[in-house]
């Protein structure tokens, strides 16, 4: 069921008073968005330097503008004892994956005992972080209950609403995505519902059961990524034929009812790690799910494929001693600072592995978290980078679309060179001569 725009409720017609936990990509906007036009929303996180950064006005992730984040009545909070002053608690913290692949629910097991030890009767906890059906009922609540010494269900309820933001994506925004939401009872879907209707414009459709909403979260990054691996399969099939890729596409675009993916590098929080969450919990059910973890494998070996590439035009240009290659872009997608479960290390690491220098460039990325997530991986600046016998389009960043070929031609020595344009992004027509231009 959808609720229309003249269905919503005003802002506090709900009468709750709302915190978020967990102030990331996904929280922050949700936090402003209540803290807009309402009364003030308790917003917290555990990391003290994001609180401090946040209070100075400034959102490193770029999901919200400094007038945004200003205009919003926030309680922008590191104490966890603040969150009592809220009844309806929204929990918003990653679920990452762990170096087997398999679902790390550590943070949202953290924050479920915050949330259990302020936890009062009559308060509505509502968990937003992608999980496998069933998570939310079977880890999340037996800690309210454990933290709170309350019982699920009558002195408190939970409800479950997927989160959609797409980072970096300015057209749908927190309350322009359909809202999807449920609730562990009757009651429980109904003032959720209120609740982010008052905010979201866009309708709330209410799901039956936490546990339709949980699934419904987790097939729509496993539907787009298995669409992504056909499409990467594809390109591997069509450059082993001499085709370009882009021009098939452009050609099979044209029928009505194709299906507009391209290939490419597929990391991020969402859509390479949302599909194990489904597949572990199918392997519980005792299914194994043969065509996601396929199309997994398809993805996360699309690294290697690209510096592959590169090594190989090195080694037939011949001559080359210590080669040197330029990566530019390393986030995990274009136009977003973010580096969780960027697929370009494995470019990085697969060249580095061959012996081959590798510089890297990012004009998003923060140099101190790339350093400390990627054991001292260091970003060059545009004027430290060194003549190279490759460059490696892998992040179609604005800086560098607006580069263009001027930029990687500026990047080669003497102007020549190999490039693996990994997104497509340079016009093929205007390649330079002496420039070899491989694209996925």
């Excluded at 949302?274 to 973890?293: C, N, R, S, W």
Aim: charged letters at 20%; a negative charge.
């Amino acid at each position: 069921m959808v609720i229309s725009e003249n269905q919503k409720v005003n802002f506090m017609s709900h009468g709750r008073k709302i915190s978020v936990i967990g102030l990331g990509y996904v929280g922050l906007p949700v936090a402003v968005a209540f803290g807009t036009g309402n009364e003030q929303t308790v917003a917290f996180d555990i990391n003290k330097n994001r609180i401090a950064q946040l209070r100075a006005g400034h959102d490193a992730t770029g999901e919200v503008d400094a007038p945004e984040l200003a205009a919003a009545n926030l309680l922008l909070t590191d104490n966890a004892a603040d969150l009592a002053q809220a009844d309806f608690h929204i929990v918003t913290v990653p679920t990452p994956i762990d170096q087997a692949n398999l679902p790390d629910l550590s943070p949202l097991r953290s924050a479920s005992k915050t949330v259990g030890a302020i936890l009062k009767k009559g308060d509505i906890v509502v968990y937003e972080s992608t999980v496998y059906p069933g998570a939310t009922e079977d880890v999340c609540v037996p800690i309210l209950e454990a933290q709170s010494g309350l019982k699920a269900g009558i002195d408190f309820t939970v409800g479950y609403s997927p989160e959609r933001i797409n980072p970096g994506d300015r057209e749908h925004r927190f309350t322009t995505i359909t809202k999807v939401v449920s609730g562990q009872t009757p009651e429980t879907l109904e003032i959720v519902a209120a609740v982010y209707g008052s905010v979201v414009t866009a309708g709330i459709h209410k799901a039956p059961t936490i546990k339709a909403a949980e699934a419904a979260k987790v097939i729509e990054n496993t539907q787009r990524d298995l669409n992504i691996a056909l499409m990467n399969e594809l390109s591997l099939i069509f450059d082993r034929a001499g085709i370009d890729t882009s021009d098939v596409l452009a050609a099979a675009g044209t029928k009505w009812n194709f299906l507009r993916f391209t290939p490419g590098l597929v990391g991020g929080h969402c859509i390479g790690v949302d599909p194990y969450y489904l597949t572990h919990k199918a392997e519980e059910l005792g299914y194994y799910p043969q065509v996601i973890l396929a199309g997994r494998r398809i993805n996360d070996g699309m690294g290697e494929v690209v510096a592959n590439k590169v090594i190989r035009a090195i080694l037939r240009k011949g001559g080359v001693v210590k080669p040197t290659v330029t990566v530019l872009g390393l986030t995990f997608k274009e136009n977003v600072p973010d580096i969780r479960n960027t697929r370009v290390i494995d470019i990085i690491r697969e060249l580095e592995d061959a012996g081959i220098t590798v510089q890297v460039h990012d004009a998003m990325a923060d140099a101190d978290e790339v350093a400390h997530e990627f054991g001292g991986l260091k970003l060059s600046t545009f004027e430290d980078l060194k003549p190279a016998d490759a460059v490696v389009m892998a992040v179609s960043h604005r800086d560098y679309v607006r580069g263009g070929w001027p930029l990687v031609q500026n990047m080669l020595a003497d102007g020549k060179g190999f490039v693996a344009d990994v997104r497509a992004m340079l016009p093929r027509e205007d390649r330079p001569d002496g420039i070899d231009l491989w694209r996925l």
